[in-house]
């Protein structure tokens, strides 16, 4: 008996390490070469019918990936370039590919969701920021980048201190150059509770619905409906 009872024993801590795992966040080293495919398909698409330049770009992860800009942005050619799952990092990566060659007057960008859920901390997705701002500009000094602020979402109300955190960190870096805007969405994705407001999502309480759209759009669309990018500091 005392051995069936070990046995199951260990089979339960076995089940715990094992959720355990699939929760926390991963600290294997991030190889970007895992987004090629949705790269070259981009790459393809502009090969087939080249978007104009000089428009507005919006880039980043999932968030941008499922929003339809016909639908929310029209009339405005705005480009998407989002591909689902991606990290600030992952943007660098492909800057020279799927920004650079559009030389956007106007960036829309939304990441940093997933690299906190990864287990980067605050100050790596706010320095990962900065190199993306900083490999964009020393090609387009004069291009627009709108930053729309990490979500609260109740699927990761565990992150919420350290998106605040980020949030804070990068809003302050944004503060001190013209050709940035931050798009607080964080405050009006709370409810009175302080927590994520849930109507805002689909299923999954991750990604939005057309109400959490209508509402980034409300947001975003101010800062790019046409206007110029700002001058240099």
């Known amino acids: 008996m005392n051995r069936t009872r070990l046995r199951m024993a260990a089979i339960a801590a076995g089940l ?39 428009g507005i770009l919006f880039i980043g992860s999932s968030s941008i990936r ?6 929310w942005f029209p009339n405005l050619g705005a480009l998407n ?19 650079l060659p559009y030389q956007p007057r106007v960036i829309v960008f939304y990441a940093g969701d ?16 900065k190199t993306f701002v900083r490999a964009v500009h020393a090609r387009l000094p004069q291009t627009r980048i ?26 302050e870096f944004i503060e001190k150059d013209k050709r940035l805007v931050y ?6 994705m709370l409810g009175p509770d302080g927590q994520p407001r849930a109507d805002l999502f689909v299923k999954d309480m991750l990604h939005l619905n057309d109400d959490g759209y209508k509402l980034w759009t409300s947001l975003v669309l101010p800062h790019i409906a046409g206007a110029p990018a700002k001058e240099s500091p």
Do not use: M
């Open 183 to 188: 798009v607080d969405v964080w405050t009006p």
């Open 16 to 54: 715990c390490a094992v959720l355990l795992g699939a929760t926390s966040p991963e600290k294997k080293p991030r190889d970007p070469a895992q987004w090629e495919k949705d790269i070259r398909a981009f790459e393809e698409k502009d090969k087939a019918a080249p978007p104009a330049k000089q």
């Open 146 to 171: 709108v930053f729309i602020s990490i979500k609260p979402s109740p699927a990761r109300v565990k992150l919420l201190k350290q998106q605040i955190e980020a949030n804070a960190l990068i809003r």
């Open 66 to 71: 499922r929003w339809d800009l016909d639908k």
């Open 81 to 99: 370039r989002g591909f689902g799952g991606s990290h600030i990092s992952d943007s660098i990566a492909f800057t020279s590919r799927i920004v």
């Open 114 to 129: 997933n690299d906190l859920q990864y287990g980067k901390s605050p100050e790596t997705v706010c320095e990962d920021f």
